[in-house]
């Protein structure tokens, strides 16, 4: 596709229940970033993965947190036993080495746990 | 600690000049980012700056001085559909991540 994809666009869930949230990102990109957007915060890092690896996961808030990217592209961001301050937008990135390693951004997951 | 700092809300008029700073306190530094990001939507990418100086690009401008841990974005000939949120963000240099770290944006109103 021509930019980066998430889905679901939102997600509606009761706390206690896992979800599973998904990014496809740019063709050829081998790097991807997820990062949390909560109301009046700004966006939080939370994990990097450069292809199938990720070497950075200093942002997970707990461990209920987890990510895996699979073939180099695809990427599932889980979380268990959801909690309400879990409450936020989860985004997507991803860049290609070289020209700045500018990120470009998916549209986004909008998780709501009641 | 990581610190970026601008300013929550601004509000200019329609055809007017609008400077957005930003200042920052950051352990490492490869990098300084600005995104524009309308309600409900992705950020999307306006400018880097890396090195001191400005880079213009159409009606946006950026600046950066490393030494004084400052940025500005400067948009010019303001439009309505420029009311969204300025994001600006540093590049972690950290060997292991290129990860951003974000201030807490601006949000710009332009008024007719």
């Known amino acids: 596709g021509a930019g980066v994809s998430q889905s679901p666009s939102n997600k509606v869930t009761e706390k206690g229940k896992d979800v599973e949230l998904r990014c496809d990102p740019i063709?050829?990109?081998?790097?991807l970033y997820w990062y949390r957007q909560s109301l009046g915060q700004g966006l939080e890092f939370l994990i990097y993965?450069?292809?199938?690896?990720?070497?950075?996961k200093s942002g997970l808030p707990s461990d209920r947190f987890s990510a895996e990217r699979t073939g180099g592209s695809v990427s599932t961001l889980t979380i268990q036993r959801t909690q309400q301050e879990d409450s936020a937008v989860y985004l997507c990135?991803?860049?290609?080495?070289?020209?700045?390693?500018?990120?470009?951004f998916g549209p986004g997951t909008r998780l709501l746990v009641l | 600690g990581q610190n970026i700092d601008q300013p929550t809300e601004m509000t200019a008029t329609e055809g007017a000049i609008v400077q957005i700073n930003c200042t920052y306190q950051?352990?490492?530094?490869?990098?300084l980012f600005w995104y524009q990001q309308h309600a409900g939507e992705a950020p999307t990418f306006l400018s880097y700056?890396?090195?001191?100086g400005l880079e213009e690009k159409g009606r946006f401008s950026s600046f950066l001085s490393r030494s004084k841990g400052y940025s500005y974005l400067l948009l010019k000939e303001l439009q309505m559909k420029d009311s969204a949120s300025y994001l600006c963000?540093?590049?972690?240099?950290?060997?292991?991540?290129?990860?951003?770290?974000f201030g807490t944006g601006t949000l710009l109103a332009v008024q007719p």
């Open positions: 990135a991803s860049s290609f080495p070289g020209g700045g390693e500018t990120q470009y």
């Open positions: 063709s050829g990109h081998t790097a």
């Open positions: 993965f450069q292809g199938n690896s990720a070497p950075d």
């Open positions: 950051t352990s490492g530094f490869n990098g």
């Open positions: 700056n890396v090195l001191d």
């Open positions: 963000a540093v590049r972690d240099d950290g060997g292991a991540t290129n990860k951003l770290i």
